[in-house]
Structures are given as structure tokens and as C-alpha cells.
């Protein structure tokens, strides 16, 4: 079993960075994206066997219940991502946004991202999870500045120069935690052990814990996106190819949280260490209502669902913040929710801004009747991401509203009101964008529709029915992180 399932891992971490090699040195479009595919396909699979044969723990590298929920999700992801980027590129490609040069980079640094953001959520040492973080937010950078106009090379940058700061202040926390563990569990790889910091957090210096968890909060918590630490999550939306979009809003936001959720459990199991829950609850808060309020003065589609992912975001930070089975049961509900929901929607987005050859909202509009597809996988998409029922959002959202009614009835008014002011953003934006009088040019697309449809199916099968087992492996996991 653990020989299976190391083969396994192996694979996860492996694959993408074997392939990279590969794309980087392999001309032609076609060959590119269908290797990319492959290769991500490949890395899902793996992942899958890991539900059932996990390997042996290592100094370096575990597989638990907690992060093969990312795991396999952050696959998947990868997966339909780049199904969807293998139609987007060919059109970036030929309409000469994307350079034949460009194009073997974009491929080879998309399968460098992915290997970054497993080994971050795979690591069992927490400084090589930062250092896996650190290369994810590098690969993304360059990305995001893919195009080389003034707009995505100064998003790139400013995304560059936040992030940096972002994953210093997480790297100084790090140190502190590795302080505060050394007089006990000794020097070398154990301090820095997430089993050992778990086991004998109780008798870490408070201080100590306390001072690091403030620093990786603002740290990652700037990776996360949370307001007022978000400045550069909608430039680097707005001005990098979709795909990168999608894979931020699904993916890469959700491997910040889990580094912050990880550090959260070592917080719980000390007495005499601040309570974390209070700071998430309030960094989720103001982050849910105000990006609820941003939502209003978007002139850009993309920025628009960039505000939205910091608002839900907000909703799962909250969600773990109130911490208890339930809540965080329904933060983790959330999170699937948001990744697939969201990344569909970008999926849409994509193909729109191409048919449209533009992102702005005031040159789009009825696209249900310019391009039937794409406009109807908007409007499921955002009725999705709304919390209608009988939507898996809705289920999620339903989850954190009510147990937050029933132990802090008070903290239930602003996230019921951010998200009401959300609702009716994002409703009158979309009217204007998918109905009415058809505006502005329209051009035809050769989108690839299957991955925005399995998306929002399995949102959509997930608000009426959740297999048992996926009910109690949530169950499991929302009870170990307390």
C-alpha cells in the first residue's frame, strides 16, 4: 500500500516538472497543449490513487486527510484548466498576442506552477512548504506578465512586489515557529515537522506562537487574498491570460489557506497561545463586505470576478474562523464550491472577452443571443456563485449562515448583509452583459465548452445530493482541524 501510493505522490510532484522539461523544448501549438493536457491529466490520477493508498510519512513529505481534500481538488483543477487553455491559446496564438517563443514558456511554467502548489500542499516541512509557495507565486508572476503590455508587466510587478512582502512576513513566522519548537522537540528537521509541531505545540512558548501566527497571517493571508492585503489579486486577474485567472481564483488562493489552516491547528493545541479564530473571523469579515460593496464600481469583467473571489474567501476564512465541526465542515464545503464554481466562470469569461475583444462590461451585452453557449454558461455560473439553490454554494453558504445564527448570532448580520450587496452586484452587472440588445463587436470562437459544463454539474449535483463517503471524509477532516 505505502509503496503504491509513494509511486503515487511521486507522480503528483514529478510528472509536472518532467513535462515542463519537455514543453519548454517542444515546437508547435498542437503538441503543446495536448502534452499539457496530458500531463495534467496524468497528475489527477495520481492524485485519485492517493485517496486510498497514502504513502509512508517522511521528514519531508505526508499525505493526510486534510491536504489530499487540495490535493485532489488542485489536480482536477489543473486538469480541466488546461483542457480550457488548450482553445483559449490557439486563439491568444492566432490572433498574435502569443509568440510561438511565448507559448512553449506559458506551457512549461503552467506545469512548474502545478508541481509548486502540490509539494506546498504535500509538505510535512514547513519550510519547504514555504519555499513551494514561494515557487508557485514566482510562476504565477511571470504569467501574469505574459502579454508584455505596460498593464500586465506593471500587474506582474506589483503582484512581484506585494507577494514578496507577503511571503517574507510568512517566512519570518516561520523562523519564529521553528524558535518556539527547537527548545522542545530539538534542532533540525523535527522542529520544522508539522506531526511533531501538532504533537507537542502545548509546551511551545506562547509569545513566541503568538508573534509567528501574526506574521503568517499577514503573510499568506496576503496570498489568500483577504482585504486589505488583496491589492494585487485583481491587476494580476484582469491583465493575465484566463487560464491564470482560473487557476488563482481555484487553486492558488486555496494553498495560502491551507498554510494558514495548518499553522491554525499547531495555534489550538497550545492553552496559553491567542485564540485564531477571532483575527480569521474579523479578516473575513471586512474582506466579504468590502469586496461586496467593490462589486458595484467594476467596469472590467475579470476584475469583477476577482472582487468576488475575495468575497468568498472571505466566507471561508469566516467559516474557519468560527471553527467546530459544522462551520468547518461548511468552510471546506465552500472551498470546493468557490474552486470549481469560479474557475468555470473564468472559463466562460475567457472565450467572452475573445468574442467580444474586449473586457469591458460597457461594450458587452447580449451574449445569450450573440453566443447562446457562452452566455447561458455565464448566467449558471454567476446563479451558482450567488448561492441559489439548489446550488452546492448555496448548501455551503447555508451551512456557515446558520451555525454562525446559532453560536454568534451578532457576527451573522454583516456576513448575511455582504452577502446580499453582493447578490445584487454581480445580478445587475450580469443582466446587462448576458441579456438585452446585443453591444459591441462579436467574433467567432472555437471555445471548448466541456470543462465549464463538468464544472458546473458537480456544483450543481453537489446542492441536491453528496455522496456519503464525501460527507464523511469532510466530516473527518472539519473535526482534526477543531
Request: overall charge positive.
Amino acid at each position: 500500500m505505502n509503496g503504491l501510493g509513494a509511486y503515487a505522490l511521486g507522480g503528483v510532484l514529478l510528472i509536472p516538472l518532467v513535462f515542463a522539461a519537455i514543453l519548454a523544448l517542444s515546437p508547435g501549438y498542437r503538441l503543446c497543449a495536448r502534452l499539457n493536457v496530458v500531463a495534467s491529466g496524468a497528475g489527477f490520477l495520481c492524485a485519485l490513487v492517493l485517496i486510498g493508498q497514502r504513502p509512508a510519512v517522511n521528514d519531508f513529505l505526508f499525505v493526510d486527510d486534510l491536504n489530499i481534500v487540495f490535493l485532489v481538488l488542485n489536480t482536477f483543477i489543473g486538469f480541466t484548466t488546461s483542457v480550457f487553455s488548450a482553445s483559449y491559446i490557439r486563439h491568444e496564438l492566432e490572433t498574435g498576442r502569443l509568440t510561438p517563443l511565448y507559448l512553449r514558456f506559458y506551457h512549461a511554467m503552467y506545469q512548474v506552477m502545478l508541481a509548486g502548489m502540490s509539494l506546498a500542499l504535500a509538505a510535512q516541512n514547513v519550510g519547504l512548504m514555504w519555499v513551494a509557495v514561494e515557487l508557485a507565486t514566482l510562476t504565477t508572476v511571470v504569467m501574469v506578465g505574459i502579454y508584455r503590455t505596460h498593464e500586465a508587466l506593471e500587474a506582474a510587478w506589483k503582484y512581484f512586489i506585494l507577494g514578496s512582502v507577503g511571503i517574507a512576513l510568512a517566512l519570518f513566522g516561520t523562523i519564529l515557529v521553528y524558535l518556539a519548537a527547537q527548545p522542545v522537540v530539538g534542532e533540525g528537521l523535527n522542529a520544522m515537522s508539522w506531526l511533531q509541531l501538532v504533537a507537542h505545540a502545548s509546551r511551545f512558548d506562547p509569545a513566541l506562537l503568538n508573534l509567528a501566527f501574526i506574521f503568517l497571517l499577514l503573510g499568506y493571508g496576503t496570498k489568500v487574498g483577504l482585504a486589505p492585503l488583496h491589492a494585487w489579486l485583481p491587476d494580476a486577474h484582469a491583465e493575465g491570460p484566463t487560464p491564470i485567472s482560473a487557476v488563482l481564483s481555484g487553486l492558488l488562493l486555496n494553498v495560502a489557506l491551507y498554510a494558514v489552516l495548518r499553522f491554525k491547528v499547531v495555534m489550538a493545541a497550545n492553552a496559553g497561545a491567542l485564540a485564531p479564530g477571532p483575527l480569521l473571523i474579523t479578516m473575513g469579515l471586512v474582506s466579504v463586505v468590502f469586496a461586496a460593496f467593490m462589486l458595484y464600481r467594476r467596469r472590467d469583467i475579470k476584475r469583477l470576478f476577482a472582487y468576488s473571489s475575495i468575497e468568498h474567501m472571505g466566507i471561508i476564512a469566516f467559516a474557519f474562523g468560527m471553527g467546530g465541526p459544522l462551520a468547518n465542515f461548511a468552510g471546506l464545503l465552500h472551498m470546493t464550491m468557490h474552486s470549481l464554481t469560479k474557475s468555470a466562470i473564468f472559463f466562460a469569461v475567457g472565450h467572452v472577452a475573445q468574442a467580444k475583444g474586449t473586457q469591458k462590461l460597457a461594450d458587452m451585452g447580449g451574449l445569450t443571443v450573440t453566443h447562446p453557449a457562452l452566455g447561458w454558461g455565464l448566467v449558471v455560473g454567476v446563479v451558482a456563485i450567488l448561492g441559489v439553490p439548489p446550488t452546492g454554494v448555496f448548501m455551503s453558504e447555508f451551512l456557515v449562515v446558520s451555525s454562525t445564527f446559532a453560536r454568534q448570532p451578532l457576527l451573522a448580520i454583516p456576513l448575511v448583509v455582504g452577502l446580499l450587496v453582493a447578490f445584487g452586484a454581480l445580478i445587475l452587472r450580469m443582466q446587462q452583459v448576458v441579456f438585452g440588445a446585443p453591444k459591441g463587436e462579436s467574433h467567432p470562437v472555437q471555445a471548448s465548452y466541456v470543462p465549464m459544463i463538468v464544472h458546473l454539474g458537480i456544483v450543481l449535483t453537489a446542492g441536491i445530493f453528496l455522496p456519503p463517503a464525501v460527507v464523511a471524509w469532510f466530516q473527518n477532516v472539519a473535526r482534526s482541524l477543531g
